[in-house]
Antibody
Framework: EEQLVESGGGLVQPGGSLRLSCAAS????????MNWVRQAPGKGLEWLSY????????HTEDSVRGRFSISRDAAKNTVDLQMNSLRPEDTAIYYC?????????WGRGTLVTVSS | EIVLTQSPGILSMSPGQRAILSCRAS???????LAWYQQKPGQAPRLLIY???FRATGVPDRFSGRGSGTDFTLTISRLEPEDFVVYYC?????????FGHGTKVEIE
């Protein structure tokens, strides 16, 4: 069964950094367009960032551009999200999701808490 | 960006009834590039519908979608107990991809 598994979440102080990873089983991430989407506690879904499967072109949502960056590690078969200058409002569950348009496979998410 | 407004925010229904959820876009969603997701508590979203009306693999046929332009609906023909959760619409006609704020279907 195809699965995505996120890791790397945790508690971080404001201004700190975290690197999230998304690993896949039963398929190769390098062949797929991938995204990061987050959900603040009790809130809706917010798309954050996308990476192409053709040339690793990336797109990042305006509110986190310059602080968050998506990348691919082909050797590890992961897609990562580097998050810098974290703010309390970045507290959320972070999901990786497959797809270039709609998202047909999601991981279970990893919780990021930004608090002092 | 395209803003999606879902209504109602909460839909109170009984098992066996038909539920109709609405998603209205602030601009035309070209090519009916709209998807619907279901999210159960503590779980990741699950794709139900894409291209406004195509069911994803394994989705029961009691779920159907329709619409074009700026107005889209998700219909659940006969509510099962496991359907009383939250539903989101998402457009992929333009970047950034955006989601509606969700409709919670609750037991009346």
């Amino acid at each position: 069964e195809e699965q995505l598994v996120e890791s790397g979440g945790g508690l971080v102080q404001p201004g700190g950094s975290l690197r999230l990873s998304c690993a896949a089983s039963e398929f190769t991430l390098t062949s797929e367009e991938m995204n990061w989407v987050r959900q603040a506690p009790g809130k809706g879904l917010e798309w954050l960032s996308y990476i192409s499967n053709l040339d690793d072109t990336t797109h990042t949502e305006d509110s986190v551009r310059g602080r968050f960056s998506i990348s691919r590690d082909a050797a590890k078969n992961t897609v990562d999200l580097q998050m810098n200058s974290l703010r309390p409002e970045d507290t959320a569950i972070y999901y990786c999701a497959r797809g270039g348009k709609y998202f047909d496979l999601w991981g279970r998410g990893t919780l990021v808490t930004v608090s002092s | 960006e395209i803003v999606l407004t879902q209504s109602p925010g909460i839909l109170s229904m009984s098992p066996g009834q038909r539920a109709i959820l609405s998603c209205r876009a602030s601009q035309t969603v070209d090519h009916s590039a709209l998807a619907w997701y279901q999210q159960k508590p503590g779980q990741a979203p699950r794709l139900l519908i894409y291209a406004a009306s195509f069911r994803a693999t394994g989705v029961p046929d009691r779920f159907s979608g329709r619409g074009s332009g700026t107005d889209f609906t998700l219909t659940i023909s006969r509510l099962e107990p496991e359907d009383f959760v939250v539903y989101y619409c998402q457009q992929y006609a333009r970047s950034p991809r955006t989601f509606g704020h969700g409709t919670k279907v609750e037991i009346e």
